[in-house]
C-alpha cells in the first residue's frame, strides 16, 4: 500500500508499504521531516520533473558494515601510490552538484532543485556530511554525501570524474566511522559498485536496532 501525506508530520509503518519499499507520496522536504523519515530508514526518491515527492523504506536493507568493507588489491596499490587526497566536509555544495549533474545525465534525475536545497540546509545545521576525492592539482575527482542519524551514515549519492575516486571516497567514510564510533552504512539500493565493497542485506528489525544506538 501506498500512503498519502498531508501537512501533518507523519509516516505510515513501513511495514505495510509495496513489496518494492515504496511507502509514501507527498509532503514536503523539511528538516523536520525528513529527519522523521530517517529515523525509520525512509528516505526520498522521486523523479522531480514528472513526479510528486517518493517515499521509500525496502524492508530488506542493503548496508555496508565499516568494518567490513573490502579493499581490493588494486584499490590497496592506488591508496598507497597517494595520487588522491581524501577530506570530509569541506566541499559540501560542489559534492552534491556534481551528484545532480551525474544523475541528470544518467537519466535518474531524482536530485533536483528541491532535493539539493533540503540536502544543503541539513548540511547547514550539522544533519549531512560529504566526502571529497582531490586530485593532485586540488580538483574535486569524486565524492559522496548523506545524513548522519545517530552511529549510522545514510549514504544518498555519489560521483567520480576519475576511475575508482566513489570507492576511494566510501573507503575513507568507512575509516572515519571505524575510528568514531560508527556502526552502519545504509546503502538504500544495491549495484554491484556497492556490493564489491562489501554490501550485503540485513532484515529491517535488526537494521533498526543500529539506527537507535
Not at 63 to 88: A, Q
Amino acid at each position: 500500500m501506498v500512503f498519502q501525506l498531508d501537512d501533518k508530520l507523519w509516516f505510515p509503518n513501513p511495514a505495510l508499504g509495496d513489496s518494492d519499499g515504496m511507502l509514501a507520496v507527498g509532503g514536503d522536504l523539511s528538516v523536520d521531516r525528513l529527519l522523521l523519515a530517517y529515523s525509520y530508514g525512509i528516505f526520498p526518491w522521486y523523479d522531480f520533473r514528472n513526479s510528486p515527492i517518493q517515499w521509500w523504506c525496502p524492508l530488506e536493507r542493503f548496508v555496508i558494515f565499516p568494518s567490513e568493507i573490502h579493499i581490493s588489491h588494486s584499490m590497496r596499490t592506488l591508496i598507497n601510490k597517494g595520487k588522491y587526497v581524501m577530506s570530509f566536509n569541506q566541499a559540501f555544495d560542489e559534492v552534491i552538484k556534481n551528484c545532480g549533474n551525474l544523475r541528470i545525465e544518467e537519466r535518474g534525475a531524482w536530485l533536483g532543485p528541491e532535493m539539493t536545497e533540503a540536502y544543503k540546509e541539513l548540511h547547514r545545521q550539522g544533519l549531512a556530511g560529504s566526502v571529497e576525492v582531490w586530485d593532485e592539482n586540488d580538483n574535486l575527482v569524486g565524492g559522496l554525501y548523506g545524513v548522519t542519524i545517530g552511529k549510522c551514515f545514510m549514504g544518498e549519492s555519489m560521483f567520480s570524474l576519475v576511475p575508482s575516486a566513489s570507492k576511494l571516497a566510501l573507503i575513507f567514510l568507512a575509516n572515519i566511522m571505524k575510528e568514531n564510533g560508527g556502526v552502519l552504512i545504509d546503502c538504500q539500493f544495491e549495484t554491484p559498485h556497492l556490493k564489491s565493497m562489501g554490501g550485503k542485506y540485513i532484515p529491517y528489525d535488526e537494521y533498526m536496532k543500529y539506527l537507535r544506538m
